[in-house]
């Protein structure tokens, strides 16, 4: 059960990392002057701007991966214990991709050669939809939560050339073939 407490530090957390974020100079919302609740052109102006894009489905695998390895090291722990050390994670996983850092190496480095960072909007909603993810894996067999990661993983790969697994990959040991397939 996710008591009313660990909902608390959750939102704390949201808080805390939106706060964060914006005293470090990102934009609350889109530059381009509105909000929507998608984009798909991942070149685009408005790609990690929006409420969701293509990466949000990379944001559900997080909240997979981290309910199951959670499960894994904490499983006597409370389920909203975990969840609040989830949202940390990717709180602090959020921070970091839209420093400077990262910024440059996702250019550098990926097919994101435009990138600029999130906006605020976007970045707390990738950790909602991490939580989502997460909340998923809580309900769903072992099997369900691989055969659930590993369908968003082909799809944003047949749609974008682009998941978290390349992702990852490319962050940590760019492959200059990968990088010219991924950008078409």
Do not use: K
């Amino acid at each position: 059960m996710i008591r009313h407490r660990h909902a608390l530090f959750v939102l704390l957390i949201l808080l805390a990392a939106g706060l964060i974020e914006w005293a470090n100079g990102r934009s609350l919302l889109c530059p381009c002057g509105h909000v929507a609740l998608w984009t798909g052109t991942v070149h685009g102006p408005e790609n990690s701007q929006q409420i969701a894009d293509w990466y949000s489905l990379s944001h559900l695998v997080h909240g997979l991966l981290f309910y199951g390895g959670l499960w894994l090291v904490a499983r006597r722990w409370p389920v909203g214990r975990r969840l609040v050390l989830a949202t940390a994670i990717e709180a602090g996983w959020e921070l970091l991709e839209n420093s400077p850092i990262i910024i440059d190496r996702y250019r550098a480095a990926t097919m994101a050669w435009g990138y600029s960072g999130d906006s605020v909007l976007n970045s707390m909603s990738d950790i909602l939809f991490m939580i989502a993810g997460f909340l998923i894996a809580r309900r769903l067999p072992t099997w369900g939560s691989v055969a659930l990661g590993l369908a968003l993983e082909l799809i944003a790969l047949a749609a974008i050339r682009d998941n978290l697994t390349l992702n990852v990959l490319m962050l940590v040991h760019p492959i200059e073939a990968v990088r010219v397939w991924q950008g078409g």
